[in-house]
């Protein structure tokens, strides 16, 4: 594990009174009446892995500590038995460096593939798919009345999703409590954030649910399988692929989960029906999220 100190281990929420992630904007409507909406923001963070440039990420600006290691994590270029020595963000210069105590294997590998063919991800692409295919997830159980409390809170919670829309979200739940809520204008930086976030706090995966407002392909389904979480949940729908991947590892991938709707894929029988669903309120409208009118 990384050696850089370990901090207490806070509870994230999406801020938004934070006026660096959304801006004001002036329009018409279909009317020709003047509106002023909100409209989330969107700059360029450049991450390095030590000396080496890796990529260049669109992203609201939040959390860039987070973003940087979680996606190395999840991209398998930062091994979990890397020592972290330092993780520098630069607001100025919107640089973040991830330092290790000595070059890591993807470095070199990173430096070859870039003089040869100039297609790395190729590359980081098939190691992601054979890390994946040696992972051992657990078999958690997911009771019913766990998701229903879940899938409420975050319905119920602040977001900047409802502030001003065109964003994804992802929440780190343990049972039916959020403990992580990540936004971002990609889905990938939101549970990259969450990556970022278990890693820095050293987070056990195994009882945790990962929830997102995105579609459930097979870049969410492998990126959950590398951070160790056994569940996804989504209330958007399924790729062919994602299914099958989470099908071959054992991971538990449930989709269209919106009141008390849902559809589960792979891992059905890790599911006990505890919850009456009598019990249970329909989505309010107020409240809808992605995918409430497909599987966007």
């Known amino acids: 594990?990384?050696?850089?100190?370990?901090?207490?281990?806070?509870?994230?929420?999406?801020?938004?009174?934070?006026?660096?992630?959304t801006q004001s904007v002036t329009g018409t409507d279909q009317t020709g009446a003047k509106v002023e909406i909100k409209v989330p923001m969107e700059r360029p963070l450049t991450l390095y892995l030590n000396s080496q440039e890796i990529v260049t990420m669109m992203t609201i600006g939040?959390?860039?500590?987070?973003?940087?290691?979680?996606?190395?994590?999840?991209?398998?270029?930062?091994?979990?038995?890397?020592?972290?020595?330092?993780?520098?963000?630069?607001d100025d210069l919107q640089v973040v460096v991830v330092r290790t105590e000595h070059h890591t294997n993807f470095e070199?590998?990173?430096?070859?593939?870039?003089?040869?063919s100039g297609c790395a991800q190729g590359t980081a692409f098939g190691d992601l798919l054979e890390a994946v295919?040696?992972?051992?997830?657990?078999?958690?159980?997911?009771?019913?009345?766990?998701?229903?409390?879940?899938?409420?809170?975050?319905?119920?919670?602040?977001?900047?999703?409802?502030?001003?829309?065109?964003?994804?979200?992802?929440?780190?739940?343990?049972e039916g409590t959020p403990l992580c809520y990540t936004e971002d204008v990609g889905r990938h930086n939101a549970v990259d954030k969450i990556a970022g976030w278990m890693y820095r706090h050293g987070v056990d995966a195994s009882d945790k649910i990962l929830y997102t407002t995105g579609r459930l392909t097979s870049e969410m389904v492998i990126k959950t399988v590398r951070m160790g979480i056994p569940i996804l949940v989504s209330r958007s729908g399924f790729t062919a692929w994602g299914v099958d991947l989470a099908r071959q590892v054992g991971l538990t991938l449930i989709g269209r989960t919106r009141g008390k709707r849902f559809i589960a894929l792979a891992g059905e029988e890790?599911?006990?029906?505890?919850?009456?669903?009598?019990?249970?309120?329909?989505?309010?409208?107020?409240?809808?999220?992605?995918?409430?009118?497909?599987?966007?």
């Open 108 to 116: 070199t590998k990173l430096k070859k593939r870039t003089q040869t």
């Open 1 to 21: 594990m990384m050696k850089i100190d370990k901090a207490p281990v806070p509870l994230i929420v999406p801020d938004t009174d934070d006026p660096r992630l």
């Open 270 to 296: 890790r599911i006990v029906y505890d919850q009456n669903l009598a019990y249970v309120e329909e989505e309010s409208a107020k409240h809808k999220r992605k995918g409430e009118g497909g599987d966007d």
């Open 62 to 90: 939040d959390y860039p500590e987070y973003l940087a290691l979680g996606y190395l994590l999840n991209q398998n270029m930062l091994k979990y038995s890397d020592a972290v020595t330092e993780v520098e963000y630069d």
């Open 133 to 174: 295919e040696s992972v051992a997830l657990p078999k958690a159980e997911l009771r019913t009345s766990w998701l229903y409390q879940m899938t409420q809170t975050i319905n119920t919670m602040p977001s900047l999703y409802l502030e001003a829309g065109a964003i994804h979200g992802c929440v780190l739940c343990k």
